[in-house]
């Protein structure tokens, strides 16, 4: 069973801080990874993709991958309340796959 | 960007009666498309992955002559909710596949009660 797990949180910062959400998978062979953002009501948006190694760094938002551990992380620095949101961690095994998604981590940023 | 829409994006019927979501990519082509449902406070449950020009794959659980898919161009597909019931409402997203990649774009979503 190919699993992507997360801890559901909710997972509280104060304004400012720097956020750290994390993920794990089950499958080994997965590829490619995301991270998406849903507010309470909508739909997920795409934050981040990560495909290799290490960290990919776009404005506030840092994504890491450590294959060897199956682990995937986000950090969001500089905080605000409007990164209040469900942050939902998913994994491709291959190319045209659906991905599987994590329960997702629940942000709240307090001002 | 990678646009997808949906429409409706609300819908209330009776119960027993049908019920077209529309899923559209509007500036890319969209080979795969997916459906997911989405109860409160639940996360997102893939319903079904549907291909251009073949015939949707459901995943376990969900009735395929119950939530009818078709995938009839890169850039349109419909779920149709058949003899809609109370315990069919929820929060109904699809998603597109960009090209060949494995990143996929939502749509805002259609949130459906059956009364």
């Known amino acids: 069973q190919k699993e992507v797990e997360q801890n559901s949180g909710p997972l509280s910062v104060p304004e400012g801080a720097i956020a750290s959400l994390n993920c794990t998978y089950s499958?080994?062979?997965?590829?490619?990874f995301f991270w998406y953002r849903q507010y309470s009501g909508k739909s997920p948006e795409l934050i981040m993709s990560?495909?290799?190694?290490g960290d990919k760094e776009d404005g506030r938002f840092t994504a890491q991958l450590n294959k060897a551990s199956q682990y995937v992380s986000l950090l969001i620095r500089d905080s605000q309340p409007s990164d209040s949101a469900t942050y939902l961690c998913?994994?491709?095994?291959?190319?045209?796959?659906?991905?599987?998604f994590g329960k997702g981590t629940t942000l709240s940023v307090s001002s | 960007g990678a646009v997808v829409s949906q429409h409706p994006s609300w819908v209330i019927c009776k119960s027993g009666t049908s019920v077209k979501i529309e899923c559209r990519s509007l500036?890319?082509?969209?080979?795969?498309m997916f459906w997911y449902r989405q109860f409160p406070k639940q996360s997102l449950m893939l319903m079904a992955t549907s291909n251009e020009g073949s015939k949707a794959t459901y995943e376990q659980g969900v009735e395929k002559d119950k939530f009818l898919i078709n995938h009839a161009s890169l850039t349109l597909s419909t779920l149709t909710v058949t003899s809609a019931h109370p315990e069919d409402s929820s929060f109904y997203i699809c998603?597109?596949?960009?090209?060949?990649?494995?990143?996929?774009?939502f749509g805002p979503g259609t949130r459906l009660t059956v009364l």
């Open positions: 998913a994994a491709s095994l291959q190319a045209g796959t659906a991905l599987i």
């Open positions: 500036d890319f082509q969209a080979t795969t």
């Open positions: 998603s597109a596949r960009r090209g060949n990649t494995d990143t996929q774009y």
């Open positions: 499958d080994r062979g997965s590829q490619s």
């Open positions: 990560i495909y290799s190694n």
